[in-house]
């Protein structure tokens, strides 16, 4: 064979195994684009769903977020009315007439004594309203061994009584009947608010 068919030859052959690694690497390059269009869309998919669950969390927390603010400014508006409601209430109890005034202190006193022979500390300003009358009335109402009295020395209170015996007292004034009240609602408030 002479020299220009084996060049010839070899030609061919190199196009041919060129061609046929072209083709190969052709194939490879598709087959590895495919891949990778396919891994970025799983990729893709993923990061959305991500990306969704996020933004839900985040919108669920949002929700919750403003729920307990309105909760909040609900309790605050509750507590303004509350302390409204208390203060006329106050003002009322505090302008009862003597008689009514003194058929309140007289059921605060009957339903809260424990023994019947408290002392009853009342404010000074109404001392001549808590007669012998009014003490005998709660003797007789008390029943068989009842022995109530009115204390000497007046309490440093304005509205109400303390029931006195031994270390035992008994507050029944009016700020703290008032707290008293309020601690309850308050509970029973915060239970509404935070139910859930």
Known sequence: MSIENILKKIEEETGAAAEEILRAAGTRVASVREEGERGGAKLREELESRARAKASDEERRLVVGEE???RKASLERRREILGEVYAEARKRIEKLPPDDYLKLISSFILKNAISGKEEIVVPASQRRMFSE????????ARGAGAAFAVAETPGEFAWGVVLREGQRRVDLTLEVLFRQLAARVESAVAGVLFSE
């Open 133 to 140: 009358g009014f003490v005998e009335s709660l003797n007789r």
């Open 68 to 70: 307990l603010e309105l």
